[in-house]
């Protein structure tokens, strides 16, 4: 059986799991690409942003906006967070969607600790009185009239609602809202901005997170000038290197496999920072030296064979735009896409992508476009006849419109024996190296 998962690891490597549920489970709770992290324990690399974060909400009126690229890990963040810093309830946690607005996000809330929490529940039923808010009543069975809540509901009225909540809960609940970018509309984001400061300005104990990509949080601190001293700000950007090795080590000392230490590097590059292509990657993979039944050894044919199964399962939002920028001129544009993947730059200048473009005909022994065919078929991959697969932030600029989807582009060059950036020392192509692996060391 594999090590504890609490403590320190042990220093020798455990025995694969024989039985496939055991190893399953034990895997699931290992990597996670499938739903946000909510223990410290396997939060790789946000040590720094965690503990800002804790800091912050210890402070009364204080509430978090976590913002960045999508897949880096932003609500993982926010509920690790939320359920280290709650102690006398669980988080509620609720998403928003692209018919989110103030009133609805205010009822979910409201719904949400109703329906996970039979304490608040009973609370509110044996009520006397009804707690009404508007158009909306708090008893514990709501009438279809009443229990809408109104699209014109007041800042001044959610205010009172999240005091309803704390005096039944008889806690200081944290309160998670992802997605928070799908909500766009100025005056919406204006009424959380006012709402947010009604909640601190009447010392009320409830703290919010906020989670959406830079644009949103960008507007819900700009629709108030005072807003800044309300929330602590976290930009979070893609894993640390080391970060990225941690959890891949990690999961394979536990799982029991032996994995070398090229492997692990290159997942750590084609997963480009972002967590999701880190867990899932590693997961596949995974799955493939088990299937073996050789000991539980990472070799270069399962890395091939867990490359393939990453990138057929891969969600259709990455592969779809991929295969239509690609699929009528794959010979042309693949090459092209890959190269704009090359290095460790979002944002790179056309001549360094030639560059990047010309190295990888030439280690395919391939023909390379001239330039001027070159900038004609970087120039169409922004057309949406080409899925708009990049965009140009300025004259010579190229980057992906889509960040995650520069991650998938790598995983397809790997598939196809195309190792982007620098190549990691002694280990040759996948497809082509025989070597034995060695112990990670």
Known sequence: MGAPLNGKLQSLRPVLIDSERDFGILMGKLLSASQPLQSKEFLKGRDSQLEGI?????????????????????????????????????????????????????????????????????????????IRIGAF????????????????????????????????????????????DQITSRSEQELFTNFIKQISDRHIEARFIFCGIGESTDAIMAAHASADRYFHSVELGQLAWEARFEIVNEAANQLGITIDRDTVIRIARISDGFPHYV?????????????????????????????????????????????KATRKYRNDYEAVLWAVADGHELVRRSSDIFISYKKIMSSASETALDRRKFNQRINSLKKESHAAILTGSRQGWYEFSEKMIRGYVRLKAEQNGVELALDHPGYSSVHTDSRSNSEDT
């Open 54 to 130: 804790t800091k912050a909400l210890y402070q009364r009126g204080r509430h978090v906006l976590i913002h960045g690229l999508r897949g880096v890990g932003k609500s993982s963040l926010a509920q690790t967070s939320a359920f280290l810093i709650s102690e006398d309830c669980d988080p509620i946690i609720i998403g928003c969607d692209k018919n989110s607005s103030f009133s609805t996000v205010l009822r979910e809330i409201f719904d949400e600790a109703l329906n996970n929490n039979p304490a608040i529940s009973a609370k509110v039923k044996e009520s006397s009185a009804a």
């Open 279 to 323: 867990h899932f990657i590693a997961e596949k993979l995974f799955w493939k030296v088990y299937e073996a039944r050789n000991n539980g050894n990472v070799t270069p044919q399962l890395f091939a064979e867990a490359m393939n199964s990453a990138a057929s399962s891969m969600d259709m939002k990455l592969r779809g735009p991929y295969e």
């Open 137 to 180: 009543t708090g008893q514990h069975k709501v009438s279809e009239t009443e229990g809408r809540l109104g699209s014109d509901i007041s800042v001044n009225d959610g205010a009172r609602l999240i005091q309803c909540l704390c005096e039944n809960l008889d806690a200081s609940p944290v309160i998670v809202v992802d997605e928070f």
